[in-house]
């Protein structure tokens, strides 16, 4: 199969400034996903989706490919990440002339992994012909039905399509994932449909306690003591 890896890393960060190239431990940050994406052997490529230049050379200096700059319109604060990702897929397919099979969507904010990832999932997808997508989780520490929202003066639960669901004792919940930044797997015809998810989302479930995912200052110190 013909893999590449994503790796979108905006300049524009507002939590953290420049947080993907900030200095972790020494080391750019996004460096620790690029290093990540290169030693499997089964990545075809392993490319930066960035809007910066100071990103991007970065990034090449750590053998990732940069065929392109990112359009400003989608690096925006709010920009979701289909347009990111399709935009990434029919670039590259234009300028290498190819046609990716999967692209791995890898988050510089989770340097971290596990190792093996890559290899696990790209298995799973294979054995799942039906599967539209992989997405890494893990078990949730605040489940849904103990959660509630704001309705004028009072409360109400969040779920809402069980009774009092906030009333279930615990050992009858059902099990809850939440989604990390570790890794997503997507077939090119999930892209092509207008989803990066798709309506079969196979699960790679990973530990809580291996889950490292940067968004704030807390989340930084957090990891340098890693």
Sequence with gaps: ??????????GGSKGIPKKNIKLLKGKPLIAYTIEYSIKSKIISKTVVSTDSLEIANIAKSFRANVPFIRPDYLAE????????IKHALLEL??????????????????????????EIGVNK?????RASSLR??????????????????FIVG????????????????????????DIE???????IDGSISGKN???????HEDMVDIDTYKDWKDAEKK
């Design 185 to 191: 797997i997507i077939r090119r015809s999930t892209i």
């Design 77 to 84: 604060d709010l920009t979701p990440d289909f347009p990111v």
């Design 158 to 181: 969040y779920e809402k399509h069980t009774k009092e669901p906030y009333n279930i004792p615990r050992q009858n919940l059902p099990e809850v994932y939440f989604q990390t930044g």
């Design 201 to 207: 989302v196979i699960p790679l479930i990973i530990n």
């Design 1 to 10: 199969m013909n893999i590449y890896t994503i790796i979108p890393a905006r």
């Design 93 to 118: 397919e234009n300028i290498f002339k190819e046609k990716i099979d999967l692209l791995i969507l890898l988050r510089p904010t989770s340097p971290y992994r596990p190792d093996g990832l890559i």
């Design 136 to 153: 890494s989780v893990a078990k949730t520490n605040e489940h849904p039905y103990r959660q509630w929202v704001s309705n004028g003066d």
């Design 125 to 129: 997808m294979i054995q799942n012909p």
